[in-house]
């Protein structure tokens, strides 16, 4: 459960700083596309950031569901792959790196199906 905490509450934090840094750093420097494909990876990030945070309370009401867990993997894994590869896209510019970022939209897509099969196995309701 800690490390949910942890992870959701580290990628909230990230994803405040780099949507700061994209609005104020980046918003005169960088092509209208590239910033609102920045602002996507920001979005993502920060819905993902609070359900990992859903999953670690999740984690302490229902301990005994394995796939609440494999779930809160999934979301920090399409953390990475989505915003990260959208991050380094915008910076590098670097089309090539768009190949990763449905990788990690996938493992946002795997995350809510495992979480929502989760359901079945709530010893309470």
Request: hydrophobic share 60%; charged share 15%.
């Amino acid at each position: 459960m800690k490390i949910f905490i942890v992870l959701g509450c580290l990628n909230a934090f990230i994803s405040v700083a780099l949507g700061a840094f994209g609005a104020h750093a980046l918003r005169y420097k960088i092509a209208p596309e590239l910033l609102v494909m920045w602002e996507k990876a920001v979005d993502y990030q920060m819905y993902h950031a609070l359900a990992l945070l859903i999953i670690a309370m999740s984690i302490k009401l229902w301990p005994e569901v394995r796939r609440i867990r494999t779930a809160g993997f999934l979301l920090f894994i399409g953390i990475l792959l989505f915003s990260g590869s959208l991050y380094t896209l915008v910076l590098t510019e670097v089309r090539a790196l768009g190949v990763i970022t449905p990788i990690g939209g996938v493992a946002f897509l795997w995350c809510w199906v495992l979480f929502g099969m989760s359901a079945r196995d709530f010893s309470d309701y």
